[in-house]
């Protein structure tokens, strides 16, 4: 069984331990309690593999970020979230992706960009087309979801296995290639 290790990026507020122990357990958590750090476990099944992911929780608030660089470096995917009632969050999610970009030191990261919170229609900031062109800029999938209502959160840490089968990411993170001597 294959082991991943998926950090959840984004703002305080905009939803990341929401998705996630929405995953982890089907509950949603009515009340916001920042988070420093959570680690979770779990086994998901994708296209017929079983999987074990391994989920970093990570804090939104700027008095952690700090604390980004080894979070990054220990990570495979990255689900990188942004409140879509919320335009500075959407903001904010693009200098995560540049961090993680500096410290993979590769370009082709696997990545997912989430505008969490469409239960919250009504009160839209990030219009879907501002989502996905800049997951078409970034060259990384897109996804819409609601922790709340359950919308779409487990497609999207299945989508995050793909995106990590089907990288070519090397292990160490640094750009290389492989060469066979005969």
């Known amino acids: 069984m294959r082991e991943y290790k998926v950090v959840v990026l984004g703002s305080g507020g905009v939803g990341k331990s929401a998705l996630t122990v929405q995953f982890?357990?089907?509950s949603f958590i009515e009340k916001y309690d920042?988070?420093?750090e959570d680690f979770y476990r779990k086994e998901i099944e994708v296209d017929s593999?079983?999987?074990v992911l391994e989920i970093l929780d990570t804090a939104g608030t700027e008095q952690f970020a700090s604390m980004r660089d080894l979070?990054?470096?220990n990570g495979q995917g990255f689900i990188l979230v942004y409140s879509l009632v919320n335009q500075q969050s959407f903001q904010d999610i693009k200098p995560m992706r540049d961090q993680i970009i500096r410290v993979k030191r590769y370009e082709r990261v696997?990545?997912?960009?989430v505008g969490n919170k469409v239960d919250l229609e009504g009160e839209r900031e990030v219009s879907y087309g501002e989502g996905k062109a800049l997951a078409?800029?970034?060259s990384c999938p897109f996804m819409e979801t609601s922790a709340k209502h359950k919308g779409s959160v487990d497609?999207?840490?299945?989508e995050i296995v793909r995106q990590m089968n089907y990288s070519s990411v090397p292990s160490g993170g640094n750009q290389c290639c492989s060469c066979v001597l005969l």
């Open 24 to 26: 982890v357990t089907g």
């Open 34 to 36: 920042p988070t420093i």
């Open 49 to 51: 593999s079983p999987s």
């Open 71 to 73: 979070y990054i470096k």
């Open 110 to 113: 696997p990545m997912i960009l």
């Open 136 to 138: 078409q800029e970034w």
């Open 155 to 158: 497609e999207l840490f299945a």
